[in-house]
Each structure stands twice: as C-alpha cells, then as structure tokens.
C-alpha cells in the first residue's frame, strides 16, 4: 500500500487483531485457491454481535482496489456457476445482497451470461410493493428488502444464484432461501461468496437444510477456510475498540478540522447516462440492460478522462473512482472502462458504507484512516454517520465521487464532498440518474394496475439499546420515543379519568410498580416452577406457526405483553430450524385500533401475508376483535392473532388453553425490555407518526427482562419431544374458538352489578394488570386454586382488595375493576373500599 510520503512494508493486514485478540484465518486443507491472507484483512467494530470484520482485498468497498482485480472476482466467479449451470444458465436469476454485495452479485450475473439481477435494498421506495425480505444476523443494520420492478423476476423455476461477500454461518442465505422458496420452489440453488468461512457444524446444516427444502443447493466462492475465535473474543474486541476511541487512536481523518471552510472546486462530469438505463440491480437489470450498458461505456469513460485535465498533468495520477453505499456497480464499470483506456497512471476503485469501523493507522491493520461524514440520500432510517475507508492520506490526485440522483443532495456537497477535499488536489462528482419504476410489471395487464401514491417514509423501528434492554436483533419497536415526556399520572387519578369518559387509558401511564423484595421473591419462584411449562407452549405455538402459517413469518407483537413472547418465538424457531425471523412490535389501543403508521410501515418492508400477529395471552378477547377489526383497512395481514396462552378459548393458534401464571406478567416494564405501555394522545402523536411509549433507562437495576427469555429459553431442550407431540395432535384437532370466556365475563359483569364488560378483567394474567395498574374491586378465585394465584393474594392484600373464591369460573381468576370510581372510593394510604 502506497500512503502520501511514504510507502509501508508488505504485511498482513490482519497481524494487529491477530496479535492483540488471538484471531486467525485457516486455510481449507488442500485447497488450491488464493491464500485466505491475499484475500483478507482483519478490522475491529463496534457490533453487539460480531467484532470482528473480515476485510476482502478484492470486493471494492472498504479497501480502494485495481477495478480489474474487483471485476474479474466477480466475472470469474459467475464463469464458474456458468459451468456448474451448463444449459439451465439460461434460466437462472441472480441476487446478490446489500449493503456489500450489490456490485459483487452484479459481476456474477456478468460472467454467468443472460441471467438477470437483482440486489436486495435499505432503501424503501414508494409504490413498489416488497417481494420479499429478510435479516442479516452480524449485519450493522440489518432489514433487507426485494423490490423487483417486474414481480416475475423471482417467480421462475429456474437456479436462483445467491452472491454475498462471505459466507460465514450461512444464516443470511438459508433465511432467503426458505423465505423464496416457500412463494417459488426451485429445484437448485447456487450460493456464491468470495470466501466460504463456515464451520463443520454449519457446512452440516446446510446440507441438512438441502435435504429438508427437497432442493439441490451447492456452494461457489474463491477460496474456503476457518476463522478461529477464542473464548471472550466479543467482550475482549469491545473492550479493544472502546480503549482505542478513548485514547483517540482511531485515525478517523489525518486532516480533522481542514475541510471546514475549504473552498476547493468540485467539478461535475455530465456522464450521458442513457436514459430508462438503471442505475444498478435495486429493481432488476436484465440482459437488455447490460447490452446498452456496455454499448455507452466508453463514450462515458472518455468524459471522465476528459474531466481529469491534460495529458501528463498531475491530476491523471492516482485516481480514486468512489462509490456510495448499495451503487457500487456503476462507479465500478466506470473505473473498470477508464483504468482499460490507459488515461490515468494508475485507477482504484472503493465505496463508501453505513458500516462504523474501528480505524488503526497501523500496517498490520485492514482501515488505515476513515472519514465521516452524514447521510445525504434521506435514509428510510433517519440520519447518520456514513464512512469512507482507506482515503485519506492515501495520496490520490483526483477522486471521483460517484453518486446516483436521490443522493445529489445539499448534505453531500457540505458533506462527503468538503471531506474528501483536504485529500486530493481535485473532486470530481458524476450523478447516475436513480431508476424509477414504472410500476407497470410485465404480467400484469395495464388495466389492471393501480395508482401509486408517494407518502413520506415513515422511521426505522428503535432497537436496544437505545431504545429497550432487549437485544437489537430480539425486537424492532414500530414506536416512537417519548422517554422525555412526563406521562404518569396516579392510578387514582386515572381511573377516575377513564370512568368519567374524560380521558382515554392510553392517554397516560400509570406510575411504574415497584415490587417489593417479598413480590420479587414470589417472581423469581413462579418463574423457576414454570420455565419449563412456559418453554413448551413457546415451542407449541411457534411450530404450530410455522406449520400452518408461514415457513418464514414476520413476528409482529403487541406491545407489549407480546413482546416477551415474540422473543421467546424467534428464540425457538433459531434455536430448533436455524431461523431468524424478523420481530417487531407495535401497539394496538382499545377502542383506538391498531398503529396504521406501524401496518403501512410492515406493508413497506415485508409482504402482509407473512406477518403474524402476537401477543401473551387472551382474556376475554378485546384485542382479539380490535385486531380484526382494526385490519379490516389493511387487506392482505391476516388478522388472526397467535398467543401464547387463550384461556377464554378466543384463538385457535395457541401454546396451551390453561390459565395459569406466565411470570412476566407479575411485572411491568423490567420484564419487557424496561419499555412502557404504549401512548396514544393527539398531542404527542401526528398523522405521520408511530404510537409513543417510554424506556425506563432508569431502572436498569431491576431490568430481568433478559434473565426471564435466557431461563425459559434454556428449557427448550427438554420439552422438544413433547412440543412435537402436542403439535401434532393440535394440528389434528378442531381447536375452532368457543369464545366461553367473553360469555363468563358478561355473566360476571351483571352478576355483581357491574354492567361493563371493560370493567371485568379474566385470567391471572388481566387480574395481574388490575392489581398493578388500576383501581382493583375486589378478586373472583377459582376455589382451591394454588401457587399459580400467590402473587395474585400478596398483591391483593398489599392494596386492601378482598379475594372471593368461588365455584364454576372458566378461570383461574378474574379481576374486577372498582365501578362507578371515585377518588372517594380510596382511603388516603390508597387501599380499596367498599364500592357505593
């Protein structure tokens, strides 16, 4: 590597991390491909799930790169499947994955002939409608979308040729695979990377996945080998990347400051893209496309090399041609075009990326210098850092910025633009006029096509841990963040509110419930006595899921008492078939319906057939009907909900119909990711916006949300054999909802002169709620029910609330909230009293 002033010695760009985490690269025994150490580096990031990041020499991203050697990694690659293929080539369709892929997978489908591409995308686009998509376990941000202009593009039977940049535990791929699969079977399947990283275990399960898809699947990659981790190398990389960032070691910008106020030039080059060319494989590129492609290339080239200045002058020198983020196959045919015309000394090729990584000026050490600079193409995600890598102080005499036009932007020229001109002696910008679909796919008559209209795109779900304990991966919250709002009210006060028909329950948050050391003792018990009952209706209920509603669902629950159970769900389906199923949570409101922001946002991004709808159990079935309900405007979700327990028989996809004590209903907030209820008030919430909620960042200290999925999750062995036989009766039996818990509680309800159905909470679960959220009457107990009601009886006798045992309840218990509430209904140390 050459830097400005100086060169450096040849070493292996991974020997830093190597020697400071114990991280190796093995080559395959007897393979005879390109040395694993001429293909990678080694770099540091801040990641919760992977520290580590292999650096490929030869992809063009983070590294800048001869475009030749970019391009023939990739042409090479697709020559090979050409071969594997033989005449089936020419039926085959290739995808390849963003952000890193786009231009990998887009040179396969060059050297593979006819096949036409397509790369999946983070970039919504209104009016095309998702035929798909998945999650990418290790990835920094992790939604992938597939937005086909032509639907039929990924209908056909024949080898679809998956490209991705490495292949590590092969998640990413298995999960596209099932998910496409189940909509189009094909016979055979091509995986394609530039290096094959899995482990014995995972080469094994992707045979396995194989043999139960009925389905040929082989694998393609330049070289092949192992990565070797040490015990701790997550926490230990942490540690590494946080002492560094500190110590202010990571070499973000040798000229930090320089670029305010640089007056440099940035000259635009008009390209003569051809008009109605894509600008990349977002929405497809077929044969067609490459034919005019390759006809405007060198016409385009010539421009470029005309921009660079005279003959002989010092800006035809090094040549940077960058691209940014998912383009990267444009700006890399350009660069490819103008390093074969021989008009500058030298050309490289890289991208810039949404990928933060640790930056080490070292020359054992993959990112020598980074520069950072914000978003400028209005990401669907909200604004951001985005990264150059291994630019600055690289010694180019020009760059090329390259760019298509949604990302021509105000934010790139005070952006992108003013950073990179303290670093070269000249800025050129080329714009590729962004596709846009004409929404008219090919198999579908012109009559019957339907207008689009463009909305604003709506956020990015919150994930932990800025928004929740839980795990980025565990959940996306379709929220928004109203953690600086005073929203509490005493639960007095809102009751009275509600009675009185002044006030909405979701207007305001009852004040958090603290449990007291003997309620959190009555916690830890009832958690241990039913882990496991727990982890068998999990198992039942996601299989039972998986079987009947999608091989590949989209866990959408409610917030949040879903949520629990939808973490434990996407636990389950990982840990038994390998799968990681996307999971969110959105709110849904009594009498207010179900997020509409939230449903457009899903229908955006996934199709709505695959989403199912979660939460923990069923009272006397509110929700239930306010789901169906509410989905009535949204064709296309089914609106049938899953829970993980129907006691009131209101569902007939379910874990168990038994009312016992699931304990993450005995708390609040610290057993749901420290997230409050959810908010619905014209205030705080706009037409545009997500329903709000709070996270408690402040009780942290009695967060068990993570420990309550970690001890249920560990019972999932044990209970296997008997999940599969209750599943397989379940799917046999007639499990169509009696909805006997609604008739108990309008039965109750005028029997002890309620006359509210709203009023008379059913089940341990809703009985919980009312003794810690509301203003409790009295408790209805099944006679002779046992520890499942515990909690139910310390909590009771902590706020003076009688508990009546009586015969023939369909529940457990039954919760009844005070009637006709008044402030004057409570004594001053805020005990029931007899109602009036």
């Given at each position: 590597?050459?830097?400005?002033g100086?060169?450096?010695d040849?070493?292996?760009?991974?020997?830093?991390?190597?020697?400071?985490?114990?991280?190796?690269?093995?080559?395959?025994?007897?393979?005879a491909?390109?040395p694993?150490k001429?293909?990678?580096?080694?770099?540091?990031?801040?990641?919760?799930?992977?520290?580590?990041l292999l650096v490929?020499?030869v992809l063009?991203?983070?590294?800048?790169?001869?475009?030749e050697?970019v391009?023939?990694?990739?042409?090479?690659?697709g020559?090979?499947v050409?071969?594997l293929?033989?005449d089936?080539a020419?039926?085959a369709?290739?995808?390849?994955?963003?952000?890193?892929?786009?231009g990998l997978?887009?040179?396969?489908?060059?050297g593979?002939?006819?096949?036409?591409y397509?790369?999946?995308?983070?970039?919504?686009?209104?009016?095309v409608?998702?035929a798909?998509?998945?999650e990418e376990?290790?990835?920094?941000?992790?939604?992938?979308l597939?937005?086909?202009e032509?639907p039929?593009?990924l209908a056909?039977?024949?080898?679809?040729?998956?490209?991705d940049?490495?292949f590590?535990?092969?998640?990413?791929?298995l999960?596209?695979i099932?998910d496409?699969?189940?909509?189009?079977?094909?016979a055979?399947?091509?995986?394609?990377?530039?290096v094959?990283m899995?482990?014995?275990?995972?080469?094994?399960r992707?045979?396995?996945?194989?043999a139960?898809l009925?389905?040929?699947v082989?694998?393609i990659?330049?070289?092949?080998g192992?990565v070797s981790?040490p015990?701790?190398?997550?926490?230990?990389?942490?540690a590494?990347?946080?002492?560094?960032?500190?110590?202010?070691a990571t070499?973000p910008?040798p000229?930090?400051g320089?670029?305010?106020?640089?007056?440099?030039?940035?000259?635009?080059?008009?390209?003569?893209?051809p008009?109605?060319?894509?600008?990349?494989?977002?929405h497809?590129?077929?044969?067609a496309?490459?034919?005019?492609?390759?006809?405007?290339?060198?016409a385009m080239?010539?421009?470029l090399?005309d921009a660079?200045?005279?003959?002989?002058?010092e800006?035809?020198?090094?040549v940077?041609?960058l691209?940014?983020?998912?383009?990267m196959?444009a700006p890399?045919?350009?660069?490819l075009?103008?390093?074969r015309?021989?008009?500058?000394r030298?050309?490289r090729?890289?991208?810039?990326?949404r990928?933060p990584?640790?930056?080490v000026?070292?020359?054992?050490?993959a990112?020598?210098t980074r520069l950072?600079?914000p978003?400028?193409d209005?990401?669907?995600d909200?604004?951001?850092d985005?990264y150059?890598?291994?630019v600055?102080?690289?010694?180019?005499?020009?760059?090329?910025a390259?760019?298509?036009?949604?990302?021509d932007?105000?934010?790139?020229h005070?952006g992108?633009?003013?950073?990179?001109a303290?670093h070269?002696?000249?800025?050129?910008?080329?714009v590729?006029?962004s596709?846009?679909?004409?929404h008219t796919?090919?198999h579908?008559?012109d009559?019957r096509?339907?207008p689009?209209?463009?909305?604003?795109?709506?956020p990015?779900?919150?994930?932990?841990?800025?928004?929740s304990?839980?795990?980025?991966?565990?959940?996306?919250?379709?929220?928004q963040?109203?953690?600086?709002?005073?929203?509490?009210?005493?639960t007095?006060?809102?009751e009275?509110?509600?009675?009185a028909?002044?006030?909405?329950?979701a207007e305001?948050?009852?004040?958090?419930?603290q449990?007291?050391?003997?309620y959190q003792?009555l916690y830890?018990?009832?958690?241990?006595?039913s882990?496991?009952?727990?982890?068998?209706a999990v198992g039942?209920?996601?299989?039972?899921?998986?079987?009947?509603?999608?091989?590949?669902?989209?866990?959408?629950s409610?917030a949040?008492?879903?949520?629990?159970?939808?973490?434990?769900?996407r636990?389950?389906a990982?840990?038994?078939?390998g799968?990681?199923?996307p999971?969110?949570?959105?709110?849904?409101v009594?009498?207010?319906?179900?997020?509409?922001?939230a449903?457009?946002w899903?229908?955006?991004?996934h199709?709505?057939a695959d989403?199912?709808?979660v939460?923990?159990?069923?009272?006397?079935g509110?929700?239930?009907?306010?789901?169906?309900?509410?989905?009535r405007e949204?064709?296309g979700?089914?609106p049938?909900?899953v829970?993980l327990?129907?006691?009131?028989?209101?569902?007939d996809?379910?874990?168990?119909?038994?009312?016992?004590l699931?304990?993450?209903?005995c708390l609040n907030?610290?057993?749901s990711g420290l997230?409050?209820?959810t908010?619905?008030?014209?205030?705080l919430?706009?037409?545009r916006?997500?329903?709000g909620?709070?996270?408690?960042r402040?009780?942290a200290?009695?967060?068990?949300?993570?420990?309550f999925v970690?001890?249920?999750?560990?019972?999932?062995?044990?209970?296997a054999d008997a999940?599969a036989?209750?599943?397989?009766?379940?799917?046999a039996a007639?499990?169509t909802?009696?909805?006997?818990?609604?008739?108990?509680?309008?039965r109750?309800?005028?029997?002890?002169g309620?006359?509210?159905?709203?009023l008379?909470?059913?089940?341990?679960?809703?009985t919980?709620?009312?003794?810690?959220?509301?203003?409790?009457?009295?408790?209805?107990a099944?006679?002779?029910?046992g520890?499942?009601?515990?909690?139910?009886r310390?909590?009771?006798?902590?706020?003076?609330?009688?508990v009546?045992e009586?015969?023939?309840?369909?529940?457990?218990?039954?919760?009844?909230?005070h009637?006709r509430f008044?402030?004057?209904?409570t004594?001053a140390?805020?005990?029931?009293?007899?109602s009036?």
């Amino acid at each position: 590597m050459t830097r400005k002033g100086k060169t450096i010695d040849t070493v292996w760009s991974g020997t830093w991390v190597a020697e400071r985490l114990g991280v190796d690269l093995g080559q395959a025994a007897g393979e005879a491909s390109p040395p694993l150490k001429e293909l990678l580096g080694l770099a540091l990031r801040r990641n919760p799930k992977r520290a580590h990041l292999l650096v490929s020499q030869v992809l063009g991203k983070h590294v800048p790169q001869s475009p030749e050697a970019v391009y023939a990694a990739g042409h090479g690659l697709g020559v090979r499947v050409r071969e594997l293929l033989g005449d089936s080539a020419a039926d085959a369709v290739v995808l390849g994955y963003a952000e890193t892929a786009t231009g990998l997978g887009h040179c396969v489908a060059d050297g593979l002939g006819p096949a036409p591409y397509l790369h999946s995308t983070r970039r919504p686009v209104p009016g095309v409608r998702p035929a798909g998509g998945f999650e990418e376990a290790h990835s920094h941000a992790t939604s992938h979308l597939l937005l086909p202009e032509d639907p039929a593009l990924l209908a056909g039977r024949g080898p679809l040729v998956l490209v991705d940049d490495e292949f590590s535990t092969g998640n990413t791929v298995l999960n596209t695979i099932r998910d496409l699969h189940s909509r189009h079977p094909r016979a055979h399947y091509v995986v394609v990377a530039l290096v094959d990283m899995r482990s014995a275990a995972d080469r094994d399960r992707l045979t396995g996945f194989a043999a139960e898809l009925g389905a040929r699947v082989d694998l393609i990659a330049l070289a092949s080998g192992t990565v070797s981790l040490p015990d701790g190398v997550l926490e230990k990389g942490r540690a590494l990347v946080e002492e560094h960032e500190a110590a202010g070691a990571t070499a973000p910008d040798p000229a930090e400051g320089v670029a305010e106020g640089v007056a440099r030039t940035v000259t635009r080059v008009a390209l003569g893209w051809p008009a109605g060319l894509p600008d990349g494989g977002r929405h497809g590129f077929t044969a067609a496309h490459r034919e005019v492609l390759e006809a405007a290339l060198p016409a385009m080239a010539a421009r470029l090399s005309d921009a660079l200045g005279p003959l002989g002058a010092e800006s035809r020198g090094r040549v940077l041609v960058l691209g940014n983020e998912e383009l990267m196959y444009a700006p890399l045919r350009l660069a490819l075009a103008l390093e074969r015309s021989g008009t500058a000394r030298e050309v490289r090729f890289s991208t810039t990326t949404r990928s933060p990584v640790l930056a080490v000026d070292d020359p054992g050490y993959a990112i020598r210098t980074r520069l950072v600079f914000p978003a400028h193409d209005a990401p669907a995600d909200g604004p951001g850092d985005r990264y150059a890598y291994n630019v600055a102080g690289a010694g180019f005499d020009t760059v090329v910025a390259v760019v298509d036009s949604a990302a021509d932007t105000p934010e790139l020229h005070a952006g992108l633009l003013a950073r990179l001109a303290p670093h070269t002696g000249r800025v050129l910008l080329a714009v590729v006029p962004s596709h846009t679909p004409s929404h008219t796919p090919s198999h579908l008559p012109d009559d019957r096509q339907e207008p689009t209209v463009t909305e604003p795109q709506l956020p990015e779900p919150l994930r932990g841990p800025a928004f929740s304990s839980y795990a980025p991966e565990d959940v996306g919250w379709l929220l928004q963040d109203l953690s600086d709002v005073r929203l509490e009210a005493p639960t007095e006060e809102r009751e009275e509110a509600i009675q009185a028909g002044g006030a909405h329950y979701a207007e305001s948050l009852p004040v958090e419930y603290q449990p007291s050391p003997q309620y959190q003792e009555l916690y830890r018990s009832a958690l241990d006595a039913s882990a496991a009952r727990i982890a068998r209706a999990v198992g039942t209920v996601t299989e039972t899921v998986l079987a009947e509603r999608s091989p590949s669902p989209v866990l959408v629950s409610l917030a949040r008492a879903g949520t629990p159970v939808g973490v434990l769900m996407r636990r389950w389906a990982r840990a038994r078939h390998g799968l990681d199923l996307p999971h969110y949570a959105v709110s849904i409101v009594r009498g207010r319906g179900i997020d509409a922001n939230a449903l457009r946002w899903l229908a955006a991004h996934h199709d709505p057939a695959d989403v199912v709808f979660v939460d923990g159990w069923t009272g006397k079935g509110a929700i239930t009907r306010e789901l169906r309900e509410a989905l009535r405007e949204f064709p296309g979700f089914n609106p049938e909900i899953v829970v993980l327990a129907d006691p009131g028989s209101c569902v007939d996809t379910y874990g168990t119909r038994e009312d016992f004590l699931i304990p993450s209903a005995c708390l609040n907030s610290t057993v749901s990711g420290l997230v409050s209820r959810t908010v619905l008030r014209s205030d705080l919430v706009g037409p545009r916006d997500f329903h709000g909620a709070k996270f408690y960042r402040e009780l942290a200290g009695a967060d068990v949300s993570a420990a309550f999925v970690d001890t249920v999750a560990a019972r999932f062995d044990e209970v296997a054999d008997a999940v599969a036989a209750e599943v397989k009766e379940l799917l046999a039996a007639d499990r169509t909802p009696t909805w006997e818990g609604w008739a108990a509680v309008e039965r109750i309800s005028e029997e002890y002169g309620i006359h509210d159905v709203n009023l008379v909470k059913p089940g341990v679960g809703e009985t919980t709620r009312v003794l810690l959220r509301r203003v409790p009457w009295k408790i209805l107990a099944q006679r002779g029910a046992g520890s499942d009601l515990d909690h139910v009886r310390l909590l009771a006798e902590q706020r003076g609330v009688p508990v009546e045992e009586v015969d023939g309840l369909p529940y457990t218990c039954v919760g009844l909230i005070h009637p006709r509430f008044t402030r004057g209904a409570t004594g001053a140390d805020g005990k029931a009293v007899a109602s009036q």
